[in-house]
């Protein structure tokens, strides 16, 4: 399994050069699996800069959104696959008692907000709900479950092999209450987060700013940093950076992770803030192999 992030912004992108190493494009990470096969999860701006590199495939695209946030389909309609009439492109997302997903998206996909309608895109693109059961995406098994934050929203576990990716990109898992004062099965994304080898998770808050942002949805880092301990992963990627976290922001804050996590007893070199164009590379007993782009270790 090949992990590549392209866009590890929250909220709104923000470009400019304030924000440069770590990137300003919002929340997308391309899952490339051992047949070649192509997850995306979620469709910020990201998702733009990878269909223009995606190379023409014969299978499908899946592309799993967790919630529909503007800043986690925004790139939708930049998709470069979506408007090539041999993409096939299935789009995995939450439930909802409201409206289909597929109507749902078309709300963004049309008028006023866009030049084309979803049904008038050259592709065949199919919708389906993501429902809380496991199922399997070429070689890996895919499980989905709602997580705390505003709005139906899913995190996703994703098994191939001896690696297991789980992604939880917008979440608030103790919704202000201490962790280490509730059981397990009280901690909203646990299930999914157990024993990964790599937990991808929102860390877009300072403790200091959380106290003024509880109940938004989001983690401050301390939380993020006690789930990864709690869950045993192996690997934590810190993500949905805050739009007014500049480089030098994250850099302090990335101090801030690398004492916190050695109190908690965490390996050195086992946590990173997420980067722009950042890859990893897992084999099959989940160990990273190779890694491009400079991490941002705490601490480093």
């Not at 701006?45 to 967790?66: A, D, M, S, W, Y």
């Not at 919704?175 to 937990?199: C, N, R, T, V, Y």
């Not at 869950?231 to 480089?247: G, I, T």
């Amino acid at each position: 399994m090949k992990l590549k992030v392209w866009g590890a912004r929250g909220s709104i992108p923000a470009p400019g050069p304030e924000t440069m190493r770590y990137g300003g494009n919002t929340s997308c990470v391309e899952l490339t699996l051992s047949d070649g096969s192509t997850l995306i999860l979620d469709a910020g701006t990201g998702i733009r800069n990878l269909g223009l590199v995606l190379p023409r495939v014969e299978r499908p695209i899946h592309i799993l959104l967790t919630h529909l946030h503007l800043d986690h389909i925004q790139g939708l309609m930049f998709f470069a696959p979506a408007f090539r009439p041999e993409s096939e492109i299935i789009i995995w997302g939450p439930a909802s008692p409201e409206a289909s997903l597929r109507d749902r998206i078309a709300r963004y996909i049309s008028a006023p907000l866009a030049p084309v309608e979803v049904r008038e895109l050259p592709s065949l693109v199919s919708f389906r709900d993501a429902e809380p059961t496991e199922w399997r995406i070429g070689p890996a098994r895919v499980l989905a479950q709602a997580v705390t934050h505003r709005g139906p929203t899913l995190g996703y576990r994703i098994e191939e092999g001896g690696t297991t990716l789980a992604y939880i990109p917008d979440h608030e898992p103790g919704l202000g209450a201490p962790l280490a004062d509730l059981e397990d099965e009280w901690i909203s994304g646990f299930e999914l987060a157990d024993g990964a080898s790599m937990l991808v998770h929102d860390c877009q808050y300072t403790d200091q700013e959380y106290p003024s942002h509880i109940g938004w949805g989001h983690c401050p880092m301390s939380d993020a940093l006690a789930l990864a301990r709690r869950v045993r992963a192996e690997r934590l990627l810190l993500f949905h950076h805050d739009p007014m976290h500049s480089d030098e922001f994250l850099d302090t804050l990335s101090d801030d992770v690398a004492l916190h996590w050695h109190d908690l007893g965490g390996s050195e070199g086992r946590v990173e803030l997420a980067t722009e164009c950042r890859e990893i590379l897992f084999d099959a007993a989940g160990v990273a192999t190779a890694e491009i782009g400079a991490p941002h270790r705490p601490g480093g």
